[in-house]
């Protein structure tokens, strides 16, 4: 029972740490967001972010993977003395709402990000499109002119 409650607090730290690591996420997603609706769009800074949130991910799965793990070596034990581990139970109870409910504002966050960007990117590559188009005009209408100058010439070169 000894080991058990040991690893009772090792899954209790690691909830805490998963909240810390979520918060910290959803501080990320939140400069995204800001990024992703600003008129001049960094792409660098949103790279940045993208690094250190993916290490934050890495972090989350790999808790979520020994939490997993632990409970599955605990679960039998800790539902049997449920009275024994009761306060933690209900900590670690607490502390798992409060990660999906990070979770959850994190998925809400991301979907408004990607709306963003989307907008963005569609503005961005708009004014591409319509630059080369300009280009493409701008072309043709110097290279009719061009011929239509060379075409002119011909014909007055030819009525005299």
């Known amino acids: 029972m000894n080991q058990t409650a040991t690893y009772v607090n090792i899954m209790q730290e690691s ?26 769009f960094d ?5 940045s972010l993208i690094d250190k949130k993916e290490i934050l991910i890495n972090n989350v799965n790999e808790i979520d993977k020994g ?16 009275g024994f581990y009761g306060n933690q139970l209900k900590t670690m109870q607490s502390l798992i ?3 999906v409910d990070l979770g959850m504002q994190i998925e809400v966050l991301e979907e408004r990000n990607r709306a963003a960007l989307e907008q963005a990117f569609s503005v961005g590559f708009k ?6 188009q300009s280009k493409k005009v701008a072309n043709k209408y ?15 070169d030819r009525k005299k």
């Not at 909830?15 to 001049?40: C, F, G, N, P, S």
């Not at 792409?43 to 790279?47: K, N, P, R, S, T």
């Open 15 to 40: 909830l805490v740490r998963k909240k810390k690591y979520l918060t910290e996420i959803w501080e990320l997603t939140k400069e995204q967001e800001m990024i992703a609706r600003d008129k001049r």
């Open 43 to 47: 792409e660098e800074a949103f790279g």
């Open 67 to 82: 939490f997993t793990s632990l409970y599955d070596k605990v679960r039998t034990e800790v539902l049997e003395h449920k």
């Open 97 to 99: 709402k409060e990660c």
């Open 127 to 132: 004014g591409v499109r319509q630059a080369k």
């Open 142 to 156: 110097y290279k009719s002119m061009s011929n239509g100058m060379v075409n002119d010439s011909i014909l007055y």
